[in-house]
């Protein structure tokens, strides 16, 4: 994360994680992603019927830097849950493979019992 | 064996002394896709098993991979995939 407070960008992702409890940076649509580890990722979270917001970084080049600095994580796609960083596809993968996910979930109170 | 397969082993070994170490270019499954690169060498899978990993969680122990790997990933590298493990957890 950045100590920088004069970063709109940080802000912005700053601010949409805060009020999303479940948001994905990915490239393309939820409906339409463009490209297999944001599918993949997208698959999970319908599959466990979450509700989530996705954020398309493809719409734009800062902020497709913004997150990879923002989270000092330099791949998408990217999943927080009530404001934490999860991982990317390969924790996620990992974590639903596991139980982990969905017990994360749960315990947020984003599934239904 | 490409160069940057090659490089990434170089620094990953260097960076974990890793007890197990696999890299596989993907690259050809990604072919024509969005990122990928003439000749291949743009899509990786790493499995990497080191001490340095134990007791550390997922996101840090892929955060680690992805800092030693910095140079590659902002270059030709467009995705990695990362399984990193402790000794004796698979």
Redesign the interface.
């Known amino acids: 994360m950045s100590e920088a407070a004069a970063n709109p960008v940080h802000d912005w992702i700053a601010k949409s994680v805060a009020e999303n409890p479940v948001i994905l940076f990915m490239k393309g649509e939820p409906e339409q992603p463009?490209?297999?580890?944001s599918a993949v990722t997208v698959q999970i979270l319908d599959h466990l019927g979450v509700e989530f917001v996705g954020v398309d970084v493809l719409q734009s080049d800062a902020l497709r830097e913004g997150i990879k600095s923002f989270s000092?994580?330099?791949?998408i796609p990217q999943l927080y849950v009530k404001g934490e960083?999860?991982?990317?596809?390969?924790?996620v993968r990992?974590?639903f493979q596991s139980g982990e996910l969905k017990t994360l979930l749960s315990e947020k109170g984003l599934l239904e019992a | 064996m490409g160069a940057i397969l090659e490089a990434i082993r170089d620094k990953l070994t260097a960076a974990f002394e890793p007890t197990r170490l696999e890299i596989v270019d993907d690259s050809s499954r990604?072919a024509g896709?969005?990122?990928a690169r003439e000749g291949g060498e743009s899509h990786f899978n790493v499995t990497i098993e080191a001490p340095a990993f134990a007791g550390t969680p997922?996101?840090a122990r892929?955060?680690m991979v992805?800092h030693a790997l910095?140079e590659e990933?902002?270059g030709p590298v467009h995705?990695?995939?990362?399984?990193a493990l402790a000794p004796g957890e698979g």
């Open positions: 463009r490209c297999g580890f000092d994580w330099p791949t960083f999860v991982g990317g596809c390969d924790i990992e974590m | 990604h896709h969005a990122g997922r996101v892929q955060r992805y910095a990933l902002a995705a990695l995939s990362v399984k």
